[in-house]
């Protein structure tokens, strides 16, 4: 791994890691040639659609950073982020809806000839949120939603605290490898088919929708509000590369390979690894939320299907043909997977006409999309993010005091050189 | 000279086998102490239960000037609380730099919040540096871990636990697999580091008990057979009949 040296110099966090400027100037380029090319304050190449592709793409890599580091990094594979991501949506999403029918019943009940009372707003709004799962009343998890602040608030409380109590119960017991990945999924499965009852207080099945409307800025055309939720995701992304490249820079870096690389070894160090990983663990659910939280205004729609385990898996296989263990490999995986799954599964790729079968990528793109992960998994394990190895390789050949042999017996360079 | 380790009447069995059988046995402080025994003489599981790793069914394992059971403790607890432990095998970080391994290794506070707002000062550098010395490595200190031969890891390691300033170092089999050279300073290092702290070395190396010149305890199926002088023990006709005869 080319970004993981410390040493006894310590140089500024972005001179030590040149990954983290070169990443950022790229994002910054990235972003401006976006906004340039967009329709809301550019020359209109970029459909507004597709603005809203990228900056959700954007949220996706952030998620990636966040499931690169508890699973690239620290060695737990997680199969169940998605669900915090899915959480964050629905916090932010509660809002947005709420806020937004609020408006609509102010104005139909303006027409009457008395002021509405408190109790006729709420209960106007309850009918039109909840009307399709058939309840007229809010369930108490909505008690916060008319306030932007404190549903802010649960877009990282409410994944962190969850991934908290969740890699409490599971690190304290052990539970590692594979079983830690069952037990994800299953927290996942469980949170998707609680969201999909009716009387779960979140419209079941139909979900959050109509996100893209932000209240209060009706005004705004949509060309707009994507480019901002563009450049919130930008700036998310950069912070969150940032924070990441921090955590994994010192000592905390060090601890948490350590423990991918040998837990019980770290243990014999005196190091709390279950600490450590809980940690690890919740920080990455609470990133997973806020990228959730910028995502679902973006998509517009927010459903339990989002948080479904399939979501977590696809979310590790970004990683892994990203390149794991290196936080540029998660972004570049999830970019490149997610845009090239959107182009498949849009209808844009051009079938495959065999004669007696036709290849239609709609159908096929998971087939591809699995054949390319074990491909990966297999021949080129440090996935996409490994080419860039090749390349600084080229210009970083000599490395002193190696042994010019396998062992002591061989020739040593010292040795060599007199 | 003051009881550090006393090890009273622990057993252990696994499915059925009896590892450890109603042991005892007692460690002063700065001592240096070779454990003897053949196969399944119940060696590295005596290191896991005093490690933290095994509990046992019976028994207790005192530590230290306040006499705390250790039983009770976690490993990573356990390891603050001044036991270090080496591995047979060579477990050293091999995806890590010599510098990040001996840095994690140093002691200091272990919580993740004052890990992750850890930095380096220049005492701590020096620190580094000097063990590096002291193990032979200062060459290497940027190179990856994995990247050593065998022996050098195995300094590695015993140049991790110094810098953990343990007050019990457990050594298991050190000087397997090393060079002659390698051992003569292993044995070097070893017999330093018990000027200043207790180390309990097990070993099936009957040359390398003799060079390390300490008292020797024999295990034989699971508790002491015999104790003292490696030339009074290789005297005791038990010992010559379960372990040396053969």
């Given at each position: 791994m080319s970004d993981v040296a410390v040493g006894p110099v310590r140089k500024p966090l972005a001179l030590r890691f040149p990954s983290v400027m070169v990443f950022l100037a790229i994002l910054a380029l990235f972003t401006?040639?976006?906004?340039?090319?967009?329709?809301?304050?550019?020359?209109?190449?970029?459909?507004?659609?597709?603005?809203?592709?990228?900056?959700?793409?954007?949220?996706?890599?952030?998620?990636?950073?966040?499931?690169?580091?508890?699973?690239?990094?620290?060695?737990?594979?997680?199969?169940?982020?998605?669900?915090?991501?899915?959480?964050?949506?629905?916090?932010?999403?509660?809002?947005?809806?709420?806020?937004?029918?609020?408006?609509?019943?102010?104005?139909?009940?303006?027409a009457a000839e008395l002021p509405p009372t408190p109790q006729e707003v709420s209960d106007g709004i309850a009918s039109q949120i909840f009307g399709v799962v058939g309840a007229s009343e809010f369930p108490p998890i909505w008690a916060f939603a008319h306030s932007l602040p404190l549903q802010l608030a649960a877009v990282v409380l409410v994944p962190g605290l969850l991934a908290l109590v969740f890699g409490w119960l599971a690190f304290r017991s052990r539970v590692t490898g594979v079983y830690l990945s069952i037990l994800t999924q299953a927290m996942t499965l469980a949170l998707s088919l609680h969201l999909f009852q009716n009387d779960s207080g979140l419209r079941g099945n139909n979900g959050l929708s109509g996100l893209q409307n932000l209240p209060g800025l009706s005004?705004?055309?949509?060309?707009?509000?994507?480019?901002?939720?563009?450049?919130?995701?930008?700036?998310?992304?950069?912070?969150?590369?940032?924070?990441?490249?921090?955590?994994?820079?010192?000592?905390?870096?060090?601890?948490?390979?350590?423990?991918?690389?040998?837990?019980?070894?770290?243990?014999?160090?005196?190091?709390?690894?279950?600490?450590?990983?809980?940690?690890?663990?919740?920080?990455?659910?609470?990133?997973?939320?806020?990228?959730?939280?910028?995502?679902y205004p973006q998509a517009g729609i927010i459903n339990p299907a989002e948080v479904a385990p399939i979501a977590s898996i696809y979310l590790a296989v970004w990683v892994a043909i990203g390149g794991r263990g290196r936080l540029y490999g998660a972004v570049i995986g999830a970019a490149f997977v997610s845009l090239l799954s959107t182009w498949f599964t849009g209808g844009q790729a051009p079938d495959i006409r065999l004669g007696f079968y036709t290849i239609s990528w709609v159908d096929w793109?998971?087939?591809?999309?699995?054949?390319?992960?074990?491909?990966?998994?297999?021949?080129?394990?440090?996935?996409?993010?490994?080419?860039?190895?090749l390349f600084i390789d080229r210009y970083t050949p000599d490395r002193h005091g190696a042994d010019l042999g396998p062992d002591q017996g061989a020739l040593r360079e010292q040795e060599a050189e007199t | 000279m003051n009881t550090l380790l006393e090890v009273s009447g622990v057993s252990v069995s696994f499915d059925g086998f009896r590892a450890i059988n109603n042991l005892s046995f007692q460690i002063a402080e700065a001592e240096l102490r070779a454990v003897i025994g053949p196969n399944g003489a119940g060696k590295t599981t005596f290191m896991d239960i005093v490690t933290g790793k095994t509990k046992p069914d019976e028994g207790r394992v005192f530590y230290g000037d306040r006499g705390d059971n250790l039983l009770g403790m976690s490993e990573s607890r356990i390891a603050q609380i001044g036991v270090g432990r080496k591995f047979q095998r060579p477990t050293v970080f091999e995806d890590q730099s010599v510098f990040a391994n001996?840095?994690?290794?140093?002691?200091?506070?272990?919580?993740?919040?004052?890990?992750?707002?850890?930095?380096?000062?220049?005492?701590?550098?020096?620190?580094?540096?000097?063990?590096?010395?002291?193990?032979?490595?200062?060459?290497?200190?940027?190179?990856?871990?994995?990247?050593?031969s065998h022996g050098q890891k195995q300094w590695l390691e015993i140049g991790m636990l110094l810098a953990q300033e343990p007050r019990l170092l457990l050594v298991d089999e050190p000087a397997a697999g090393m060079t002659p050279a390698e051992r003569e300073h292993t044995t070097d290092i070893l017999r330093e580091a018990a000027k200043t702290r207790a180390v309990v070395v097990v070993e099936h190396d009957m040359e390398f008990v003799r060079r390390l010149n300490c008292k020797v305890t024999v295990l034989h199926e699971g508790s002491v057979l015999a104790e003292g002088s490696l030339d009074h023990v290789t005297k005791n006709e038990q010992v010559i009949e379960v372990y040396l005869g053969r």
């Open positions: 401006l040639g976006v906004t340039i090319l967009s329709e809301g304050f550019g020359v209109g190449v970029i459909s507004t659609s597709f603005v809203k592709t990228l900056g959700k793409t954007l949220c996706l890599c952030l998620v990636a950073l966040a499931m690169d580091l508890v699973w690239g990094y620290c060695g737990i594979l997680s199969l169940g982020h998605m669900a915090f991501f899915g959480l964050g949506g629905y916090a932010i999403g509660m809002w947005l809806m709420y806020a937004r029918t609020e408006i609509i019943v102010l104005e139909s009940l303006a005004e705004m055309p949509q060309s707009a509000v994507s480019l901002w939720f563009f450049w919130a995701s930008a700036v998310a992304l950069g912070l969150g590369y940032l924070l990441c490249a921090w955590v994994v820079s010192g000592k905390f870096g060090s601890v948490i390979r350590a423990i991918r690389d040998d837990e019980a070894r770290v243990r014999f160090l005196g190091y709390p690894v279950e600490a450590f990983k809980l940690a690890v663990f919740t920080l990455t659910a609470v990133i997973a939320g806020i990228a959730g939280a910028l995502y793109w998971t087939v591809l999309l699995g054949l390319s992960f074990v491909c990966v998994t297999l021949f080129a394990p440090k996935g996409i993010g490994g080419l860039v190895d | 001996l840095m994690m290794a140093l002691r200091k506070r272990r919580s993740p919040l004052s890990v992750l707002f850890f930095k380096p000062s220049q005492e701590d550098n020096d620190k580094v540096a000097e063990l590096a010395g002291e193990i032979g490595l200062s060459s290497a200190l940027h190179r990856k871990s994995g990247e050593l």
